[in-house]
Structure formats: structure tokens, C-alpha cells
């Protein structure tokens, strides 16, 4: 078990839709980065939520944006969708820290295909 | 700028044979090291984590990594595999003062029954 919960688990979308995707942390984390894996490449960050608000951003289009709710999950937006965002994206959780990594806990991922 | 380099792509050997996986890093100060495993179709799990102190760092597994200094690595090794350890292995460190994991692009290993 991950204590990250991820959903949903693969996604088929077509060029220029839309797509949501949700993450629940593991229980007493209010930190919680988004990463895209891309097939074959090692996962590159996208950004980080805490206290409701980004903090951090990665280099990512401004069609990935996100969102964390007060219970702390997030979900993550892909608007205009390419098919190079076809991916695994990886939600990881953690107690804030001035690092933000020692304690990351990472769910299973949410594979997108876009055709 | 910070960065993390894995060499081995792709690596295969037989069970009992030992295990060696190269990872590079590229920035001063404070070093922090990672390497994450992530079995087929699982999350990615912490192998072992390096911050100060002792070079040698004992992880889950059976897996151990020696941080070199002098060379800027962090390889991961295993005296000697089984099946269940194929999987892919990430190398990752810590940006400085902010929150995000720099990833290696991962080494798929492979090992033969």
C-alpha cells in the first residue's frame, strides 16, 4: 500500500481535450508534488501545493495547472492536450520540511494516452 | 545547473551475479542522494538516502550505495541479485532549498531465473 492514492489509474483522451487528475496523500501529509514520467526517461517535476497554494513549478506549460483542497488532495489539469503529454504521472506526498523530500511518499501514477 | 546522470540504460544479468548501477551528480554544497525502485506496474519506493556522514549507506533489500566525493557518484550495488529485484532504478537529489526531486533517467534491470 502507498498511502497515496491516485485515480484514475490509466486514461485514453484525444488531442485537444481535457483531462483531471486526482491525488489523495498518505495520511499527516499537506505536501504534494506532481511528476511526468515520460516512457523510458526518469520523472521531471511539475510543481508542488501546500497550504492551497503552488509554491513551486518546474518547467511546465501553462496548460498544467493544479489545484489542492483543504483535506490536502490535489488534482492536477492538462488543458489542450498534445500527444506528447502521453505519460505516467506520478503524485509523491510529504510532511512540509524546509526540503520537502525527506519523507515523500510516492502513489502508483496515472497513465495518460493521448491519441 | 543541478542534475543527476544514470549511465546504465538497460542492464541484464543472471541470479547470484552482483550488481552495479552507475549515478552521477553535477552541483556544489550540500549533497543530498536517493535512489528509488519501482517494480512493474508499483509505486516508486525509497531504496536508501544519503545526507551527511558515512559514505556507505545501508538500504532496504540488501541494496547499499557508496557516495564518492571525489568522483560526484552514488552508485548503487547489490552483491547479489535475484529475480524480484528486476525493476527500474532511479537516482534523485534534492534542488536546493526547494522541494523538488531531480531524477536520473533511470536504469532498467533485468535479471534472468
Request: proline fraction near 5%.
Amino acid at each position: 500500500d502507498a498511502g497515496v492514492t491516485q485515480s484514475p489509474t490509466h486514461l485514453i483522451k484525444t488531442r485537444g481535450q481535457q483531462v483531471t487528475l486526482r491525488c489523495s496523500p498518505k495520511s499527516g501529509h499537506d505536501t504534494v508534488s506532481w511528476y511526468q514520467q515520460a516512457l523510458g526517461q526518469g520523472p521531471q517535476f511539475i510543481f508542488q501545493y501546500y497550504e492551497e497554494e503552488e509554491r513551486q513549478r518546474g518547467n511546465f506549460p501553462d496548460r498544467f495547472s493544479g489545484h489542492q483542497f483543504p483535506n490536502y488532495s490535489s488534482e492536477l489539469n492538462v488543458n489542450a492536450l498534445l500527444l506528447g503529454d502521453s505519460a505516467l504521472y506520478l503524485c509523491a506526498s510529504s510532511p512540509e520540511t524546509g526540503y520537502g523530500n525527506y519523507g515523500y511518499t510516492f502513489g502508483s501514477g496515472t497513465r495518460l494516452t493521448v491519441v | 545547473a543541478q542534475s543527476v546522470s544514470q549511465h546504465n540504460h538497460h542492464v541484464i544479468l543472471s541470479e547470484a551475479a552482483s550488481l552495479e548501477l552507475g549515478c552521477n551528480y553535477s552541483y556544489g554544497g550540500t549533497v543530498n542522494l536517493f535512489w528509488y525502485v519501482q517494480y512493474p506496474g508499483q509505486h516508486l519506493q525509497l531504496l536508501l538516502k544519503y545526507f551527511s556522514g558515512d559514505p556507505l549507506v545501508k538500504g532496504i533489500k540488501g541494496f547499499e550505495a557508496e557516495f564518492i566525493k571525489s568522483k560526484f557518484s552514488f552508485n548503487l550495488r547489490k552483491p547479489s541479485v535475484q529475480w524480484s529485484d528486476t525493476a527500474e532504478y532511479f537516482c534523485a537529489s534534492p534542488s536546493s532549498n526547494t522541494g523538488k526531486l531531480i531524477f536520473g533517467q533511470g536504469t532498467t534491470l533485468q535479471v534472468k531465473p
